[in-house]
């Protein structure tokens, strides 16, 4: 069922652990459609700017998740993800859902939906893409594994959330298909890079080289958005960073390993991420790998 009216919206009792750059911007959307957010952070800088958004702020996850409909994690990691889960499962209501949205794991996805399973509720596996710009302004993309009905439960929220969702399979095929997104947005980074570098080198402004790229068979969304709206000009101020990055490239070299799978393509491209480019920090925009090798 989608709820249309304010009292409707009203009605669906939301959750949010984790508001950072990503789950902040989920808290003002949804708080800002008329839906009643609760949320927690560790952090109380972060939840007293949540209450300003139109959210109840809670200091302690266990009261928080008591009474809610949906449950939304958007945390740094899959251990973490699993940390909050088995503290809170024995508080969250039978019948509800919980989506995490954050970047985690297949294996941790299904181990979280089988604690669901055990306790009553649903848990999905949501990852997203398109930065805080896009948590700020609901255009979103979000990657749905789990029970087909309790995705479309939350039709609702992922509504206001996302410009588009895709349904990608079980439990844990979310999560799969993120890190594989990333993997190759990583890969692009670099090679695109590579490529400006090569032309600049025989001749070839950048503009005048993407525009020949992007109207052919080498596009890509680095080479679309990437190098126009963060590179080019200089920005490198997407908000996502170098180190939640190389963790992603880490994670596909993990699940590579775990499914028996070779990555000898990818293999250097990771070593640019996690090895080649140490001079440029954890902190720095994810977009500044650009920059490695531009001294050779």
Do not use: Y
Request: proline share 3%.
């Amino acid at each position: 069922m989608i709820l249309k009216t304010k009292q409707e919206k009203s009605a669906l009792k939301i959750g949010i652990i984790g508001c950072g750059n990503m789950g902040g911007g989920m808290v003002a959307q949804l708080a800002g459609a008329g839906m009643d957010v609760s949320c927690f952070d560790p952090d109380m800088d972060t939840r007293a700017r949540m209450q300003t958004n139109g959210a109840t702020v809670f200091d302690n996850v266990q009261d928080m998740v008591a009474g809610q409909l949906v449950i939304i994690l958007s945390l740094p990691k899959a251990q973490i993800v699993e940390a909050v889960m088995v503290e809170i499962a024995a508080r969250i209501e039978t019948g509800a859902i919980v989506l995490d949205t954050s970047t985690s794991t297949p294996a941790t996805s299904q181990a979280m939906a089988a604690l669901g399973q055990k306790h009553g509720f649903d848990f999905v596996d949501g990852p997203v893409s398109g930065g805080p710009a896009a948590a700020n302004s609901g255009t979103m993309t979000m990657l749905l594994a789990g029970q087909p009905s309790a995705i479309d439960r939350l039709r609702p929220v992922t509504d206001v959330l996302t410009a588009k969702t895709v349904m990608v399979g079980a439990s844990g095929a979310g999560h799969a298909a993120k890190i594989a997104n990333n993997m190759l947005c990583a890969a692009n980074l670099v090679l695109v890079a590579e490529a400006v570098r090569m032309c600049e080198a025989a001749g070839v402004a950048p503009d005048g080289l993407l525009e020949g790229v992007n109207a052919g068979s080498g596009r890509s969304g680095v080479s679309e958005v990437n190098f126009p709206k963060w590179v080019l000009n200089g920005a490198f101020d997407s908000g996502f960073t170098m180190g939640l990055m190389r963790k992603d490239v880490g994670l596909a070299l993990e699940l590579a390993q775990q499914t028996g799978v070779n990555l000898d393509g990818f293999a250097g491209i990771a070593d640019v991420w996690l090895n080649q480019s140490t001079q440029i920090d954890d902190s720095a925009d994810f977009n500044e790998i650009t920059r490695h090798g531009a001294e050779t």
